[in-house]
């Protein structure tokens, strides 16, 4: 597919990148995405909402809360695409499943695939809905083009486009690209030119392929 979009300024968070001013760097090679389970400080949420939360779902509030300061969108409807969901959390799970037999309640309810999409909508008070799409064979392109679906419908005049994925645990190393980095970003899209989303995107699938691809073309272009 080669439609054309527009996109806002992405709102990016990595480990080993938790400067926004360095994300240039990165863009250029001069900076690399740490594989650790670093997380950002969330600030702007309650301690108790944050206690428990994944690198995963922090790091999804973390780029949807400063998409929203960066564009003044305001409310607005989000797709959230993952390749990998809450992979660690699900580990544990099923650690406990053998061993115990049994999954408490708490460590199911945060584990499901919607959970940080919903956990971002919750802090940053958004009631517009929101899609949560895991693509099939990890085609990161076919994920983003089914999020962006309702704008390239007409359904939907923009959205908020939220990827997010979190470093896979040493146990499943060998079923995953050691290519695979713990990363989020979050950006508003539109199928014309609007004060906020001023970055002109195809999405062919060469462009598309991967997450950092998407990402750095957006950068490359803000």
Not at 53 to 61: A, F, N, P
Not at 129 to 156: C, K, M, Q, R, W
Not at 176 to 185: G, I, R, Y
Not at 208 to 213: D, L, N, S, Y
């Amino acid at each position: 597919m080669d439609s054309s979009i527009f996109c806002s300024r992405p709102a990016c968070w990595a480990p080993g990148i938790e400067n926004p001013g360095d994300w240039p760097n990165w863009v250029d090679g001069g900076v690399q995405i740490e594989k650790s389970t670093g997380s950002p400080s969330l600030e702007f949420t309650p301690p108790l909402f944050r206690r428990r939360l994944s690198q995963l779902s922090r790091m999804t509030v973390r780029v949807v809360h400063d998409a929203l300061e960066l564009t003044d969108c305001g409310d607005i409807q989000q797709s959230f695409v993952s390749l990998r969901g809450e992979i660690t959390r699900q580990l544990s799970m099923e650690k406990a499943l053998i061993s115990e037999e049994t999954v408490l309640p708490a460590a199911f309810s945060l584990s499901v695939f919607n959970a940080p999409i919903a956990l971002a909508a919750i802090a940053c008070g958004l009631k517009s809905g929101y899609s949560a799409i895991f693509p099939a064979n990890e085609s990161f392109h076919d994920g983003l083009v089914t999020a962006l679906s309702p704008v390239l419908s007409g359904s939907a005049d923009s959205i908020l486009f939220v990827y997010g994925d979190e470093l896979v645990p040493a146990e499943y190393g060998g079923l995953h690209s050691p290519d695979d980095e713990p990363l989020a970003f979050a950006c508003v899209v539109s199928a014309k030119a609007t004060n906020c989303c001023k970055i002109p995107c195809g999405l062919k699938p060469e462009e598309t392929a991967t997450p950092a691809q998407f990402l750095r073309k957006l950068l490359k272009e803000a």
